[in-house]
């Protein structure tokens, strides 16, 4: 399936993580958005606790329905973030590909990795989906092959 070539650029790729600590960096990447979820989730239980308070014993609701509002702010800020950190898993990805042409130096490396990713996807979106004889290669990608309906009535 791979030859020798592949198996080295794939191989100097992964080595490239390592030398780089992207583990390390993606572990504190995620934590952010996920931080600022946990404090707006907590700041939405607070406000509603809040106004629910305010309501019961007749005190003023807009401390509860601000609290509320920053909750939805800092939600909507924890989804811009995640993007943000997917960005910047992306970009670490091209520096392990990098990482693994200079060190390879395998002639078209970053070819033979592209290659081997769309490889690797095909295959786990064959499993994903079904059997492999299921999936079907078109020039605009993996489609499932149509099976034909059963004949409830043959049954």
Do not use: C
């Amino acid at each position: 399936m791979l030859d020798k070539e592949d198996v080295k650029a794939i191989l100097a790729h992964e080595l490239g993580h390592i030398v780089h600590r992207d583990n390390t960096y993606a572990i504190a990447a995620s934590m952010v958005p996920y931080m600022t979820y946990v404090v707006g989730f907590g700041a939405f239980l607070v406000g509603v606790t809040w106004i629910k308070l305010a309501f019961e014993e007749g005190d003023n609701p807009l401390p509860g329905i601000a609290l509320t509002i920053f909750e939805g702010a800092l939600l909507l800020l924890s989804f811009l973030v995640n993007v943000g950190v997917l960005g910047f898993l992306r970009m670490r990805e091209h520096l392990a590909d990098l990482f693994s042409v200079k060190v390879a130096r395998v002639q078209k490396s970053p070819r033979r990795l592209s290659r081997w990713r769309r490889r690797w996807r095909r295959w786990a979106w064959s499993r994903q989906v079904g059997r492999k004889e299921d999936v079907v290669h078109t020039p605009h990608g993996l489609r499932l092959r149509e099976l034909p309906l059963l004949d409830h009535a043959a049954v």
